[in-house]
């Protein structure tokens, strides 16, 4: 099939078609030298994370679980959305190399990038607390692979998306205000206004851009006298050249906003916003607009290594050899890493009882445990923030 972008189907990415080359020549050379059927354990786990970060938010399960469908392996893993730590396993396959070795690049790249996208997501709402955050990142991805940010994004914490496509996957409705083509095109912000406030369906809220031609605070006051009472919010989107004191903009918009009655507007900021802005201005914003920084996460930097082979404990030098097991205290968010054939009951900091976090999602090629819905995986998440400390850049 001849394909018009530059991204490869599922077929191809299920053969291992889609992976690099040393993985081929490695099954090449198992294949011929007979050791293909050879069992391993192999582990996703990450030593190092983000900058300031201490933790991070799994995800990509779901389409892990789909990769290794079909594939004769034991898979097992931390539900999607678990928040885990360095060195921690958050996968282990179980089989023989030559089933799924050439599956490697494959495997990471669905969890690093859906994980870095959820972390920074969940870092943001961390930082938002109460406020909203909307994940706008998708102009900042290649489409074919926006539906899986906009899951991520989701999962990680945002409370909605405005990606149409990634919003019917994850089963929400998209949410987006307007953009300042719209006010360009009527050449007249009033109208703009007037003329979304007339054509846009009832339901969606009317969140107005104020940015376009004046000061924030004076579009504003202009938005909430044209579409008074119906007004919801207005989005300040200002840009970076002229963004000298954003906080103070938002703190004069409402004063003026209050002296004339429309306290009721909400004020949305976009435009380069990320965990540490959120932080300093959540105080008097409302919502938060995220693109690039969510979107273009750092990277999760997930290694696939070989940890046994004929059940024996192996690992490169640097790596802790042998199949692990994580715990977690259901009292407090304390994770304990253990060689398997440890059993822990109870937690070393608070004696809570604990739980095993690895666990079977795939046994002999079939998927074995629930794939939860986002809306499901996405509280399970907000739940763990609670109880996470976020470490910020105070410089930036
Ligand atoms: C906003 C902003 C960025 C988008 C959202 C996200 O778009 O200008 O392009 O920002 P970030 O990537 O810096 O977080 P709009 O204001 O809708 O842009 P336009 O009207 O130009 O389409």
Redesign the pocket.
């Known amino acids: 099939m001849k394909r018009i972008f530059h991204v490869a189907d599922d077929a191809s990415i299920k053969k291992g078609d889609v992976t690099d080359i040393y993985y081929q020549r490695t099954r090449d050379i198992v294949i011929t030298r007979g050791l293909a059927d050879q069992r391993v354990v192999m582990d996703v786990h990450a030593y190092s994370l983000p900058p300031m970060s201490d933790w991070a938010v799994l995800a990509g399960i779901e389409e892990t679980a789909r990769l290794f469908e079909g594939v004769d392996v034991n898979v097992s893993a931390m539900r999607e959305g678990t928040i885990f730590n360095r060195y921690e396993p958050v996968l282990r396959v179980e089989g023989a190399y030559g089933a799924f070795g050439v599956l490697e690049s494959t495997v990471l790249g669905l969890l690093r990038q859906a994980s870095a996208i959820a972390t920074k997501a969940a870092r943001c709402k961390k930082a938002a607390r109460e406020k909203g955050v909307i994940f706008?990142?998708i102009?900042?991805l290649h489409p074919a692979i926006t539906p899986m940010a906009d899951r991520s994004a989701f999962i990680g914490g945002c409370d909605s998306v405005s990606g149409t496509f990634g919003a019917k996957l994850i089963g929400e409705e998209p949410v987006g205000?307007m953009?300042?083509?719209l006010i360009l095109l009527f050449g007249d912000q009033v109208e703009a206004w007037k003329a979304f406030d007339e054509v846009v369906s009832e339901d969606v809220p009317r969140i107005v851009?104020c940015d376009t031609w004046f000061d924030e605070t004076v579009e504003a006051l202009l938005a909430a006298k044209t579409l008074g009472e119906k007004l919801y919010g207005v989005r300040f989107?200002t840009p970076s050249t002229r963004r000298g004191d954003v906080r103070r903009i938002v703190e004069e918009a409402r004063w003026i906003l209050r002296l004339n009655g429309f306290d009721h507007v909400k004020i949305v900021v976009?435009?380069?916003?990320n965990e540490d802005r959120i932080a300093k201005l959540c105080d008097v914003v409302d919502a938060f607009?995220?693109?690039?920084?969510i979107?273009c996460a750092p990277s999760i930097d997930f290694a696939f290594d070989i940890v046994e082979t004929k059940g024996k404990a192996i690992a490169k030098r640097g790596k802790l050899p042998g199949r692990k097991e994580v715990y977690r205290c259901t009292k407090c968010p304390r994770h304990q890493l253990v060689p398997a054939f440890e059993r822990v009951e109870t937690c070393q900091v608070c004696g809570g009882k604990v739980e095993r976090l690895l666990k079977p999602l795939i046994e002999r090629g079939k998927i074995v445990a629930e794939l939860p819905t986002p809306k499901k995986i996405r509280s399970y998440v907000l739940k763990q923030l609670e109880a996470v400390e976020l470490r910020l850049n105070t410089s930036s």
């Open positions: 706008f990142g102009r900042a205000t953009p300042h083509e851009l989107d976009s435009g380069g916003v607009g995220v693109g690039t920084a979107a």
